[in-house]
């Protein structure tokens, strides 16, 4: 029975955000329990905070971090939906994370705590002072999760490497982070 309320949830999820759920769908006739669990994830990973464009700007990053361009568009999509401005991402998507302003933020916040960078304790104390300790939880929240779908594809051979992200009626390149 858990299969089937599952797969319903999983197609619905598929259809509302035009996303291939197949290795989804797969672990789900596999292994239901870990199905459930799986969706749990989307719980953690969908805390947007007080501050949409710091949850976005935190979410793509890790999300790119992964390497997963359905994954990535995802994200986009649903950053667009909360209201996060196309300039926003666009300009994260460019590296011109100054231009991003509180996607931005996030997105370095997120690059920095996942590296190991020092640089997360500034931008830690940058995102609490403009935007609060639910505003850091969010971008924590998203930095550590967004990586896991990208990585859970790949591990399940269903990966797709980021290339360009559909944003309005514009393609974007996805600038890399330097090595």
């Given at each position: 029975?858990?299969?089937?309320?599952?797969?319903?949830?999983?197609?619905?999820?598929?259809?509302?955000?035009?996303?291939?759920?197949?290795?989804?769908?797969?672990?789900?006739?596999?292994?239901?329990?870990?199905?459930?669990?799986?969706?749990?994830?989307?719980?953690?990973?969908?805390?947007?905070?007080?501050?949409?464009?710091?949850?976005?700007?935190?979410?793509?990053?890790?999300?790119?971090?992964?390497?997963?361009?359905?994954?990535?568009?995802?994200?986009?999509?649903?950053?667009?939906?909360?209201?996060?401005?196309?300039?926003?991402?666009?300009?994260?998507?460019?590296?011109?994370?100054?231009?991003?302003?509180?996607?931005?933020?996030?997105?370095?916040?997120?690059?920095?705590?996942?590296?190991?960078?020092?640089?997360?304790?500034?931008?830690?104390?940058?995102?609490?002072?403009?935007?609060?300790?639910?505003?850091?939880?969010?971008?924590?929240?998203?930095?550590?999760?967004?990586?896991?779908?990208?990585?859970?594809?790949?591990?399940?051979?269903?990966?797709?490497?980021?290339?360009?992200?559909?944003?309005?009626?514009r393609q974007l390149a996805i600038v890399k982070m330097p090595a």
């Open positions: 029975m858990i299969k089937l309320i599952l797969g319903k949830l999983l197609r619905n999820f598929g259809r509302s955000h035009a996303y291939d759920i197949t290795y989804m769908l797969e672990v789900n006739d596999i292994w239901p329990g870990a199905a459930l669990r799986y969706l749990g994830l989307g719980a953690v990973s969908q805390m947007k905070g007080p501050v949409p464009e710091v949850w976005a700007g935190a979410a793509l990053a890790s999300t790119l971090d992964g390497d997963c361009g359905p994954c990535a568009q995802l994200i986009v999509e649903m950053a667009v939906k909360a209201g996060v401005s196309e300039a926003q991402i666009a300009a994260c998507l460019a590296r011109d994370l100054e231009a991003a302003g509180p996607a931005g933020l996030g997105f370095r916040f997120a690059e920095a705590a996942i590296s190991g960078d020092i640089q997360a304790d500034a931008l830690r104390d940058e995102i609490r002072a403009v935007h609060g300790e639910k505003a850091v939880i969010a971008c924590a929240y998203a930095a550590a999760s967004g990586r896991a779908y990208p990585v859970m594809k790949r591990a399940l051979g269903h990966g797709m490497a980021c290339q360009k992200i559909a944003l309005g009626d």
